[in-house]
């Protein structure tokens, strides 16, 4: 007899899956707003405020601080309450910090409210993926992660068009309506919670064996196939925060710990350290504030294409090879940014960056909770996240300060991600292992630690 999880993973695909993906990848989308809304505000809020670039800096490097230690324990709290529970949770914790963020009367009050968002951002993304990876069938998981990837795309093109329409119109205050309007996903917090069913490998792992089942049936009538018999899984003892952290590291699991860590902290330095930047970068060299966000704008669309070409090769090339062809892409393109003179040319560089690294982003978000088993999924993911957001800390302030204190130029700086990309694909071709068409139980170590 099967197990449910065996039983998930032959599905065909249906219906049911791509409305998973849709409903996870609006609460992904509007994560990518908030964050794209940081980089558009910048421009106008640096001089509402007279603040120096190292201050924004902080701006940004405080919503990175939340992320870090959102991510780390909504791992852990997706996998005792839930993965819909803690998605909904952070969706509408972020959606108040960004509000609070409006209301900001000082830059102090702006960097606690910028935290605050940061803890609901870095606890959704994680637990996001691993909902929606516990949903897959095998041999279509890759595909359907990488399109929830996509999301990310939209929202940062949502929050190109608030900066462009928004903050320059609005000079005195612009930043304050686009951060109102980051605020509005909160909305959707209701239709979410009604629609968006809770992952049967984890409702399995807790002894929810009959919500387990009612969610199987409704998929297997998605797809028209005739429900078969499955068994249960006997339910684990919960470890503790430390035992879960020590199983990350045991002798089955390090390998695939030590490669995520690393591939984590690289690509969000790499990324955010160009990303949040780029309109200022742009202004600095001669561009106005409405065409730097133009040309933002349009670097973004590239993400569409760099998401959906990752999608299609995720699973046919596997994931190891496409993320480190990724990868060297986008360690190519942030030399050719950075040594781009005219404005067309930082358009042609921009847009191949943002089609490589975002495309490398949708393989690490399906990479990285295939992983982990079912019972350590959410905090392995999660924690991997987290350790990722400390060089979204360091990138935001320190890539102004390389420029003003360090006395580097831009070519110099870019130099820097180009080499953090080159050292991350090392690290995937050496370290990482195929997971492509393999069922997410099969992926676990035979002789991986558990309790029971």
Not at 53 to 58: K, S, T, V
Not at 176 to 185: D, E, K, T
């Given at each position: ?221 998605a797809a028209g196939v005739t429900p078969a018999p499955v068994a249960t899984t006997p339910v684990p003892q919960r470890p ?213």
């Amino acid at each position: 007899m099967l197990t449910l999880s065996q039983r998930l993973d032959e599905l065909p695909l249906s219906r049911e899956h791509w409305r998973i993906v849709l409903l996870s990848g609006l609460g992904w989308m509007f994560d990518a707003m908030d964050v794209g809304l940081v980089a558009f505000v910048l421009v106008s809020l640096g001089r509402d405020w007279d603040l120096s670039r190292p201050q924004l800096g902080l701006v940004a490097s405080a919503g990175f601080l939340g992320m870090f230690l959102g991510a780390l324990f909504a791992g852990r709290l997706a996998d005792r309450y839930g993965r819909r529970t803690l998605f909904l949770a952070n969706l509408l914790l972020y959606s108040l910090g960004t509000f609070l963020s409006a209301l900001s009367w000082d830059f102090s009050s702006l960097l606690l409210f910028r935290f605050l968002t940061g803890i609901g951002l870095g606890g959704e993304l994680p637990v996001a993926a691993a909902l929606v990876s516990e949903f897959a069938p095998a041999r279509h998981r890759g595909r359907l992660l990488v399109i929830l990837e996509s999301f990310w795309a939209y929202g940062w093109i949502l929050a190109a068009i608030v900066g462009l329409l928004v903050a320059p119109q609005l000079p005195s205050w612009g930043w304050r309506v686009a951060f109102l309007i980051g605020a509005l996903p909160a909305l959707s917090a209701v239709y979410l919670r009604r629609r968006l069913p809770e992952s049967p490998r984890y409702l399995d792992i807790v002894g929810r064996h009959e919500e387990a089942l009612a969610v199987l049936r409704a998929f297997e009538r998605a797809a028209g196939v005739t429900p078969a018999p499955v068994a249960t899984t006997p339910v684990p003892q919960r470890p503790s925060f430390l035992e879960q952290f020590s199983l990350l590291w045991s002798r089955p699991l390090l390998r695939r710990t030590l490669m995520l860590w690393i591939l984590w902290f690289g690509i969000v330095f790499a990324y955010y350290g160009v990303f949040t930047w780029l309109p200022s970068l742009l202004v600095e060299r001669g561009l106005t504030v409405a065409r730097s966000f133009s040309y933002v704008f349009i670097t973004t669309l590239a993400q569409i294409p760099g998401y959906f070409s990752a999608a299609y090769l995720v699973d046919r090339w596997g994931r190891k090879p496409t993320l480190v062809a990724y990868l060297l892409g986008s360690a190519l393109a942030s030399w050719l940014l950075g040594n781009a003179g005219t404005a067309p040319i930082l358009v042609l560089w921009g847009c191949l960056l943002s089609f490589f690294n975002l495309g490398a982003w949708g393989v690490v978000y399906t990479y990285t909770p295939e992983l982990y088993p079912t019972t350590l999924r959410g905090f392995g993911s999660g924690a991997a996240a987290s350790f990722g957001r400390i060089a979204g800390i360091i990138a935001p302030y320190l890539t102004p300060w390389l420029l003003s204190n360090g006395g580097l130029s831009q070519p110099a700086v870019f130099a820097l991600f180009m080499a953090v990309f080159f050292v991350i694909a090392g690290n995937v071709l050496l370290l990482g292992e195929e997971t492509r068409g393999r069922p997410l139980e099969h992926l676990s170590p035979t002789t991986a630690p558990t309790r029971t």
